[in-house]
């Protein structure tokens, strides 16, 4: 593995590892494998065994490396939270002692500029994990004014989403906008005040990719998955990083626990605020199946809407 790929930092994994206490035998689901991190914890922790997946290409080569390492007690397939039912149905393990969710990028995307993820370094308009279907210059250069703003509002939380789409559409009038520092430029013009403690493209940067990885679906579709294929007793662990991703696995394990008090939220501690800036936004919900029965949970049941 190089040291880029190493550099990243899991996020809230001590505490994961505490909560779920992997035990020799048993299987852990990684639903997203990224650079590997959470994975390898579980797998260095116990004689437990993973199955990962991820839908980015580019984490299969990561996951050679821990193939060669662990051999049997680890399986990756590239794939995505909505077809989890096809991995584990091809897979011996029919249900599984727990699933973990690191939602959101990884350092590996991020720090990457030709995948077009950063507003800080110059890239094209890419923004797609798993590499296929539509781009974020797609979405930028095609969409409506209305369009345009309703993503940035809906996904972004951008309260001046009108003011962003208007002028993203002004610019590529004269010429396509083609990449990242282009659109963070466009956005940042829409700020009055230059003193701002996130960056003015924070927002629609988020939306964007939210909106072209179906993010909101694939989530809630993991998270149904998830509690269908989880053993009597299992566990679910999942790390958001922004309110919209927080408040669907919030009101989801609301409902999958019946109310009950199985449903925990927990922040990184300060020690490790001090180390790793990217978990200062995380959190992470824990949920324990018990003897809950299985219940398909719609998506419009969680305050969200159909897409
Ligand atoms: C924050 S990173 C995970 C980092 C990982 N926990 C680690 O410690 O290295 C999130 C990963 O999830 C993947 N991902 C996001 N949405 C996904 C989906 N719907 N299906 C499969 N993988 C997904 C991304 O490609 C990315 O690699």
Known sequence: MTNKEL??????????????????????????FGNGGYS????????????AIDRDPHAYQIAKEFKKKYGKRFDFFHSEFSKINEIIEKTQEKKIDGFVFDIG?????????????????????DMRMGQEGTTAYDIVNSKTHEELADIIYYYG?????????REI?????????????????????CFSNKYYKKHPATKTFQA????????IEELHSGLNYALQYLKKN??????????????????????????????????????????????RSAKLRFFEKGNLEFRYIPIEDLGFKQS
């Open 157 to 165: 939380d951008e309260r001046n989403s009108r003011r962003i789409a």
């Open 7 to 32: 550099a990243h930092k899991p996020v809230l994994i001590k505490e994961i590892i505490k909560l779920t206490e992997p035990k020799d035998n048993e299987t852990y689901f990684d639903a997203t």
């Open 105 to 125: 990028v990884s350092s590996m995307q991020l720090d990457y500029p030709k995948r077009g993820f950063s507003f800080m370094k110059e890239g094209p308009l």
């Open 208 to 215: 964007i990719r939210i909106y072209i990885n179906n993010e």
């Open 234 to 279: 299992g566990n679910l662990c999942v790390v958001t990083f922004h309110s919209i991703e927080d408040s669907l696995v919030k009101n989801f394990l609301k409902i999958a626990s019946q109310n009950n008090k199985i449903n925990k939220v927990i922040k990184p501690s300060e020690e490790e605020l001090k180390h790793n800036s990217r978990s």
């Open 40 to 51: 390898k914890e579980f797998l260095e922790f116990s004689n437990c065994n993973i199955i």
């Open 169 to 189: 559409e002004t610019y590529r009038k004269s010429k396509k906008i083609e990449t990242t520092l282009e659109l963070a430029e466009i956005i940042k013009k």
